[in-house]
């Protein structure tokens, strides 16, 4: 299996103040889902972004309800080392399984606990 980078980048939305009940609309989310194709992949970050959004809007008046969206992109194959490297937080999963967020309201970037 391949580790494949699911991304999508939301902008000019509401501005947020980072906290847990004003996260603002923008971000960016980065994933890498290990899986047997791009398609599997593709069809499994529509999953991860809904998770994303529920964690993230989850102690706001408008509460996403973890149901998959269907925006987001596979971004190629992603080398893990490199990402980790880069960034120890990078968020990992297999399919079916959530990255744990870590504060998804705090900044732009999606970044969840490394699964293994």
């Known amino acids: ?6 991304t999508f980048i939301e902008l000019f939305g509401a ?3 980072g906290t847990p009940d004003a996260p603002g609309s923008d971000y960016g989310l980065f994933v890498a889902i290990d ?7 593709l ?13 993230r809007t989850q102690h706001t008046d ?3 309800d973890g149901s998959p969206i269907r925006n987001g992109e596979i971004d190629g194959t992603a080398n893990v080392d490199e ?12 399919l079916n399984e ?6 998804p309201w705090k900044n732009c ?3 969840g606990v490394r699964q293994t």
Do not use: S
Not at 1 to 6: G, V
């Open 1 to 6: 299996m391949a580790h494949y980078k699911f």
């Open 83 to 94: 990402l980790i490297a880069e960034n120890p937080n990078y968020a990992i999963c297999k």
């Open 109 to 111: 970037d999606a970044n």
């Open 43 to 55: 069809e499994w970050g529509y999953h991860v972004h809904g998770d994303f959004a529920r964690a």
């Open 98 to 103: 959530f990255p744990n967020w870590i504060e």
């Open 62 to 64: 408008w509460q996403h």
């Open 35 to 41: 899986a047997e194709t791009a398609d599997d992949a």
């Open 15 to 17: 501005l947020g103040r």
